[in-house]
């Protein structure tokens, strides 16, 4: 079982907007950053978002994050069908000195 | 363009020993902190281990932690990971991944390589 709490599953169809939760707790997202990974099959995650809610280059800005209090979102708008992929949240616990991910949420966009 | 490159990935008995390389291109590694990340089959991702920069400090997730030990040498831009008592449990695709400028956001990998098979079996 993950430290990081994701919905093992979210759909949508081509062009709606979809969100991924990603819950924790204050030993983690609640006082440190949050990172979202995308994992198309096959291939090894990339970075979406860092710092919350920052992209980095190359990402567009289709892709968004937020946090409040102990949990984070993860927002696709203007779903393709390349975005069916595992996507997972991530953050630093100070108080274990370790990184935790998610257990992952797998995007089918239908 | 960021380049990892792992390697050293195979079959390996349980209790046994294996060590796994990185080959890191086209950026600074000396300034980077690095990362092992591993997945297993069918599975989500498990962090594994994070060096600094500098390789002053080294963390573990508790999984491994007596077990596994990373290093790094900046004057060949390579990471390691010498993997002891490995079990069946450990096997999963490895891959690094670079972490912060220094000292940053450890959460944040914004480069992986392509990953490295390790099998555990008898």
């Known amino acids: 079982q993950s430290v990081l709490t994701q919905p093992p599953s979210v759909s949508a169809a081509p062009g709606q907007k979809v969100t991924i939760s990603c819950s924790g707790s204050?030993?983690?997202?609640?006082?440190?950053?949050v990172s979202w990974y995308q994992q198309l099959p096959g291939t090894a995650p990339k970075l979406l978002i860092y710092d919350n809610n920052k992209r980095p280059s190359g990402i567009p800005d289709r892709f968004s994050g937020s946090k409040s209090g102990t949990s984070a979102t993860l927002g696709i708008t203007g779903l393709q069908t390349g975005d069916e992929a595992d996507y997972y949240c991530?953050?630093?616990?100070?108080?274990?000195?370790?990184?935790?991910f998610g257990g992952g949420t797998k995007l089918t966009v239908l | 363009q960021v380049h990892l490159v792992e390697s050293g990935g195979g079959v390996v008995q349980p209790g046994r020993s294996l060590r796994l390389s990185c080959a890191a291109s086209?950026?600074?590694?000396?300034?980077?902190?690095m990362h092992w990340v591993r997945q297993a089959p069918g599975k989500g991702l498990e962090w594994v281990a994070l060096?600094?920069?500098?390789?002053?400090?080294?963390y573990y997730a508790d999984s491994v932690k007596g077990r596994f030990t990373i290093s790094r040498d900046n004057s060949k831009n390579a990471l390691y990971v010498q993997m002891n008592s490995l079990r069946v449990e450990d096997s999963a695709v490895y891959y690094c991944?670079?972490?912060?400028?220094?000292?940053?956001?450890?959460?944040?990998?914004?480069?992986w390589g392509q990953g490295t098979l390790v099998t555990v079996s008898s």
């Open positions: 086209a950026f600074i590694f000396s300034g980077y902190a």
């Open positions: 991944a670079r972490g912060p400028l220094y000292y940053g956001d450890y959460s944040r990998f914004d480069s």
């Open positions: 060096i600094s920069y500098d390789g002053s400090k080294k």
């Open positions: 991530g953050a630093w616990v100070s108080s274990l000195s370790a990184v935790v």
């Open positions: 204050s030993s983690h997202i609640g006082n440190n950053f």
